[in-house]
């Protein structure tokens, strides 16, 4: 099993937006590590510690998350602040169709839907 991890400098903030704005499950570990959670997947996220991952690394992850309806959610986000890159659009291929938006600390979030029955 692969996890993805984020770093946060203000972790309590970040998992409120997440949670507030796009939906997403948080279940706290202690005050420093949290786990994001959305139908089965999981992602870490940390406080952003420099001195011990040689640098820092908040607002640099780039992550993927299955919604149904990208236009509902999309518009749910947008109504709540989300800090929005684009519309929903569909791929050239048509085999996705989601948006992209940026959490409070930089980090990318695309909200898509695949089709792989096509």
Same mark, same amino acid.
């Given at each position: 099993m692969n996890i993805?991890?984020?770093?946060?400098r203000d972790l309590p903030a970040a998992m409120d937006e997440l949670r507030d704005v796009y939906g997403l499950e948080i279940d706290w570990h202690d005050e420093e590590l949290a786990e994001i959670?959305?139908?089965?997947?999981?992602?870490?996220? &940390? =406080? %952003?510690? /420099?001195?011990?991952?040689?640098?820092?690394?908040?607002?640099?992850?780039?992550?993927?998350? &299955? =919604? %149904?309806? /990208?236009?509902?959610?999309?518009?749910?986000?947008?109504?709540?602040?989300?800090?929005?890159?684009?519309?929903?659009?569909?791929?050239?291929?048509?085999?996705q169709r989601g948006y992209r938006a940026l959490d409070r600390e930089g980090n990318l979030w695309n909200f898509v839907l695949y089709r792989f029955d096509l």
């Open positions: 993805p991890s984020l770093t946060y959670r959305w139908r089965g997947g999981v992602a870490l996220a &940390q =406080v %952003d510690q /420099p001195e011990l991952v040689h640098g820092p690394k908040a607002g640099h992850a780039w992550m993927y998350v &299955q =919604v %149904d309806d /990208p236009d509902a959610h999309y518009t749910r986000a947008l109504a709540k602040g989300a800090r929005v890159l684009d519309e929903p659009h569909t791929t050239s291929d048509g085999l």
